[in-house]
Structures are given as C-alpha cells and as structure tokens.
C-alpha cells in the first residue's frame, strides 16, 4: 500500500476515535437529546401562583435521560430526566410579579400563561372549610363583587387512595363573580382580606372532604407506630380482611337487590323514626328474667355493625355489675363515652338518664349520668342501655377508658365497664331506604373517605413539594369520639407534612364554634376538649395560631353560615404571625382574643389573668360574665360569678366553692352567649385551669 494512502487511513481512524471521543464527552457534560412527551405535575397549569421570595421546585415527568429547558423572566433553567422519568428544576427566588409566562422545552413547547408570583396557602378540612361561598351569608352578594384577578383558586378533587398519588386533578381559576361561588367560603373570605392587605396575588389551594377525621389527614406509617392510633387502624382493617366483612358484604348486597326492586317513584324517608320502646315493655332492662341464650355476647365500645351487619334500628346492651359492698345506697356517676345517635339508660330496671332526637348533636355528647343511691343494691345490680340508631353506624364510639362508673367524688375508685356485655336487636331497619332512594354504598374500606391515610395519599401527596406560606385548617367535628388523641394527632400530622414539604409553613387553625343544645349545667364535652387541642397548638410547634370562633356557631347548625367572620379572624392572625404587620390602616393589630395565663386563688375566689389582651378585657353587651364554672378538691363544678378586675384579670367565685381548685370557662358544646371580649371585639377562647398538674379526675 503506497505510504500516502496509509497516512489517509491512519488519519481517518484517528478521527474517527477522536469524534466519537467528543460525541461521549459531549453526551457526559449534558448533551442529553431533548425531552418528547412532556408533562407537568398537576399544580402546573396557567393561572397559577407560585410562592414569591422563596427557591422553588418545578417539576414533571418525560422520557428517562431526556433533557428539559425551563424559560421564566428571561432566566434558564436545564434539567435531565431520572430512571424514573421525572425531572425536577428549583428556580431561584422571584419577588412578587406579575401575570409572566412559562415556557418548558424539549423537542415540543409548553407555555404556562398567566402565571403570578404572590403568596400560596392551602385551604383544608372538613365540610366546614368545604362549605362554598354560595352558602355562606351574604355568599350571592360577595361572589357578584368577586372580581379580583390576582386571587385564583384551584380545587384538589377528592380521592381516598391507599399508596400515595403523583397527581390530582384540579385547574387553576381567575377569582370572578362566575368562579367564587363555588370555592370554600373560608378561603374566599381569607384570602380577600388577606389580598386586600398585603396587595399580592393569592393563591388558595383547597382540599376538603366533609365528614373526615384527622386520621384519613395523617400518613399510614405514622398511626401504625403508635399503639393508641393502630387500634383505629385494626378496627379499619376489620372491615376489609377480618371476620366482619363477610356480613358486612352479605347485607350490602341484600340491600342491593331490595333497592334494584324498589318503586323509586314513592318518596323516601330521610332518617328512621323511632316506633317506640318495645323492649322496655319485654322486661329487658330489668335484673332478672331474660334468656341468655337470646342475647350475643359483644365487647364495648363498638359500633352495632361489628356484629349484627349493616343495619339501623334500636339494640339492647346489658351487663351485670357486681360493686364494692360499701358503694350501696351512694349515688353513683356514670360515664358511657359518645353514644351513635341516642340511647335511654337504666339501672336496676329505673331510668337514670337519655340523650334523644331533641339533642341538637347527640353523637357527640358524653354520656354522664347520675344513679341515685336509692338505687344502688349490694351485690349485683344490673345496667342496661337502649341504642338508637337513626342511620348511618351507630352504637358505642367513645374510648375503653371513657366506659365506668364511681361514687360522686370519688373517681379514684372507678371500676372500668368496657369489655364483655349481651346485646340484642330490637329493631331492625333497612339502612339503605335513606334519602331519595340512594343505590346501597359497599361496605367501607381503602377508597373510603376515612380510610387512615387515605386522604394524606390521594390529595395531600399529590401536591409535595409545591411550594406553600401556609396551611388554613378548619377539622375536628368528625374526632369528638377520640378528642383526647387530638391534643397529639394534630401536632403530630402538621409535623409530617412539614418534613414532607421540607419548609416549616405556618399552620392557622379554626377552633370549632359552640354548637348542640345548651346545657343546664356544667358539662365536659368532647368539643371542649377538641377546642382545648386546637388552642393548644401553638404551644407544641412553631409558626402556628388558632383562629377563636366560639362566638361565631349555630346551635342546630353544624355548618354556622358566618363564614366572613372566620375569614377575618385567620387574615389578622396571617398579617401578625405570618407577615409580621404591626399596623393596619393606622391601628395596631391584634389579632385575636384573651387567653388563658395563670390561676390563682386569694379570699375564696379564682384570679384568672389572661393575656392577649389587646386594651382590656370587656364584657361583650349587658349583664355579667357569663359560662364560668367553678369546683373545689371533690371536683364537682358549680355555675360562677365572674367579674372582670383590672385591664387583665377576671375574679371566679361561688357561695357553693369556698377553696377553689379548678375553673372553667366556655366549657361546653354550646357556650352560647359567652361573653368575654377584648376591646378589639375578639373572643376569649374556652380554657380549663386548675391549681394542680391537671384537672380532678372526676370532673363532669
């Protein structure tokens, strides 16, 4: 071969090497091909809100190994696609602006329009934050007003999942007469006022879901850990898998058939109706005459379902109760935990107390009654209680520990009443001849709105990491069966969404309004007890506040339609905790009520000071304090006079107490016409104090 053509070759083959050298370098320093197929994560969409001031994350899904350019205000940004397909760009901080256009890259062009950076806040709860706009007061006039086009709504919808989900569906909307309607009304109000304030476009991201307790809010893995969560979590699990949905499945489909048959042209009731007592008549709540064998054996608390399928109706639950020989001829208290809907309770064959259909709430309230001595027997005597249960489950829902019964002030002494009883069914209703011939619902299980986890899966997920200031809650109707978790449920799930999100957001929460009947005299209720979690919450984590609403309820009204109010109350508390305003229109803020700070007692009477105060305590309208109870060692509480002294302090006193131990204000499901004010016009939150580390444990 001639030397010149072998130099030709030679020369050839090294760059040959030498270009495919460069292709392999090229591909190391990023020359990745560009993306096809490009999608974005839900929350993406034009007229969105991105947090202004804050690195964020945008993300989406192409091929694996593909390269996406991201163009934002004259900035780029370049990201490459994982294994798994996703790609993820963080974008340096971008002031508040505004409408700016997107544009995301690859072999194809997408273009995010209408895009404003101003401040984001997620909208979540119960029916209370679900409730819209248009149902609110006054909600017809403020949506013809809505015209605000830098507030935008998007409305997560709503799936109970059992694995987490990367995407929802929901699209950004322009604030307009057309769009408010048909938003949460406590987001529309909140963000208004905020808007009106702060002068930033707002974006209000709501996920709510009527009738769901905090545990379908709280990740699986974090119940799971927790031996008081988990019994929660088996019972669902019971459902699905144990011996219980083998009826349960037998009766849904039963009620299928009666439904697929049913003339749907006649009207349906809308609950059952109670045909009366019969039980009563057949001797069942006396000692003696009744056959065993006629009874089933059944552990409390439980709900009726667990063992006679899906029905309503009424069921009897007796148990013998063998007391201390020194307990007769004593009057007793006895506490049955929330009860689902209404029972009538009697002792040794004598009523001792009911809650019925006059109780405004009656799921809710704890049972506690009172047996006269006169009664109590030595030896054996005999309790038994008739459930009603209108629809819906219905049966025993509180606590083990909520079920016992002790001598009037001797609470120490309690003997625990959970556990093995007898039940039979008396009345047997079709719990599917509701509402206007509604087609049977399966039984419940993982899709189901208070499946543990479901909702943090299939709406929260789907939103980490978009980047948010805060989180406006409004839930806990739904936990008044469990309100003594709350006070660790809630704290314990705003932590785990913070670590998920990886920014510690502020958190605002509504503390839940007066609600149910009045009671005639000092009672402790689930609600208080929730209220008293809620109020709490700051103390246990940072960047959090409590909205107080007790002032803003409806006695028959679980869904109190003076939504504006609440609103306001969340935008004061964002202004002053969250943005750090000190003045609104020349005044100083405050931004919420009176608290509980200290007790004392001096000459017979409870010196309660509170802070918060704004300038001064005050009695809102005429006449007295009103709602303060008051109990001394044997923890019996009494109605109080209450006197406010000084621009802090309120004096608690009462003939009936003279060594004061512990003091309760607005301590009730239905405080209604409490009336301690600050001078600003914001409520006193309920509290309970004591002069010891925690309340007598025989308080009522």
């Known amino acids: 071969m001639p030397a010149r053509n072998l130099i030709i070759l030679l ?9 495919g050298g460069c292709a392999e370098w090229n591909r190391l320093i990023g020359e990745e091909p560009p993306a096809k197929n490009i999608k974005m994560a839900s929350l993406f969409q034009d007229n969105m809100v991105l947090q202004r001031d804050t690195p964020l994350l945008i993300w989406g899904w192409c091929e694996s190994g593909h390269k996406v350019e991201l163009e934002i205000i004259g900035q780029k940004y370049h990201a490459v696609a994982d294994s798994q397909g996703r790609w993820e760009i963080k974008l340096d901080p971008i002031p508040s602006c505004g409408p700016v256009t997107m544009i995301v890259r690859g072999k194809e062009e997408l273009k995010i329009k209408n895009v404003m950076f101003g401040e984001v806040w997620l909208c979540a709860g119960q029916s209370n934050m679900a409730m ?11 949506a013809a007003l809505a015209n ?4 935008r709504f998007f409305q997560v919808d709503n799936v109970s999942a059992v694995a987490p989900r990367t995407e929802c569906k929901g699209n950004w909307q322009v604030c307009t007469p057309e769009t408010a309607p048909n938003f949460s009304g406590v987001g529309y109000f909140f963000g208004r006022d905020l808007h009106r304030n702060i002068n930033v476009a707002i974006g209000l991201i709501e996920v709510s879901w009527g009738g769901t307790s905090i545990e379908a809010w709280m990740p699986w893995s974090l119940q799971t850990a927790d031996p008081e969560y988990k019994r929660h ?25 009666r439904w697929e048959k049913m003339d749907k042209s006649q009207p349906g009731p809308q609950r059952h109706a109670d045909s009366g007592n019969r039980g009563f008549a057949l001797g069942w709540a006396l000692p003696e005459g009744q056959d065993p064998t006629e009874w089933t054996d059944v552990k409390l608390p439980a709900d009726i379902e667990e063992y006679f399928g899906d029905i309503d109706g009424a069921v009897w639950f007796r148990k013998k109760l063998t007391l201390p020989p020194e307990w007769a001829g004593k009057t007793l208290i006895l506490e049955l935990g929330t009860i689902d809907d209404y029972d009538e309770t009697y002792f040794n064959g004598e009523s001792v107390g009911e809650i019925g259909l006059a109780n405004a709430g009656a799921r809710e309230i704890a049972r506690e009654y009172r047996v006269p001595g006169k009664m109590v027997k030595p030896g054996n005597n005999l309790l038994a209680i008739r459930v009603f249960d209108q629809n819906g489950k219905g049966g025993f829902t509180g606590r ?71 989180v406006i809650w409004y839930q806990g109707e739904s936990n008044a069966s469990r309100a003594d978790l709350y006070h660790r449920q809630l704290p314990e799930m705003v932590k785990e969404w913070r670590k998920a999100w990886g920014i510690d957001f ?18 402790n209720h689930p609600w208080s007890v929730i209220r008293e979690a809620q109020m709490s919450l700051p103390s246990q984590i940072t960047n959090a506040a409590t909205a107080v609403t007790i002032d803003l309820g409806e006695g028959n009204n679980l869904h109190p339609k003076d939504k504006e109010q609440v609103g306001f109350r969340l935008a004061m508390l964002a202004l002053d905790k969250v943005y750090g305003r000190k003045f609104n229109k020349g005044k100083k ?51 109080a006079n209450a006197q406010i002294e000084g621009k802090d302090t309120v004096a608690v006193w009462s003939g009936k107490v003279s060594d004061p131990v512990t003091v309760r204000y607005a301590w009730a499901a239905n405080p209604e016409g409490c ?10 939150s309920p509290f309970r104090a004591t002069m010891t580390a925690a309340p007598p444990a025989n308080s009522q």
């Not at 020369?11 to 270009?19: D, K, Q």
């Not at 605000?148 to 507030?151: G, L, P």
């Not at 502020?506 to 009672?523: A, D, H, K, R």
């Not at 009336?675 to 006193?684: S, T, V």
């Open 11 to 19: 020369m050839a083959a090294i760059t040959a090497v030498f270009v």
């Open 589 to 639: 803020i405050v931004s919420g009520g009176p608290e509980f700070e200290s007790m004392s007692v001096k000459d017979g009477k409870a010196i309660i000071r509170f802070r918060n105060i704004g300038n001064g305590l005050k009695v809102k309208g005429d006449g007295s304090l009103r709602h303060f109870a008051i109990a001394g060692k044997d923890g019996y509480f009494h109605w």
């Open 132 to 142: 819209k706009l248009k149902s609110c007061r006054n909600g017809d006039k403020e």
């Open 148 to 151: 605000y086009s830098q507030i």
């Open 400 to 470: 083990p520990d909520n079920m016992k019964i002790f001598p009037v002030n001797r609470a120490a002494e309690a003997i625990r009443i959970d556990g093995t009883w007898q039940a039979r069914v008396e009345q047997q209703l079709d719990p599917f001849a509701l509402g206007s011939h509604a087609k049977p619902v399966p039984p419940p299980g993982p899709g189901d709105r208070n499946w543990p986890s479901g909702i943090r899966s299939g709406m929260i997920a789907p939103l980490i990491p978009y980047v948010i200031r805060g």
């Open 233 to 257: 979590i088996d019972k669902w699990k019971r459902y699905v898998t144990g011996s219980e949905r083998a009826p349960l499945d037998h009766a849904y489909q039963e009620a299928l058939k």
């Open 506 to 523: 502020s958190f605002l929460t509504v503390q839940l309004p007066n609600y149910g009947v009045q009671s005639p005299i000092p009672e």
């Open 675 to 684: 009336n301690l004010f600050n001078e600003e016009g914001f409520p006193a």
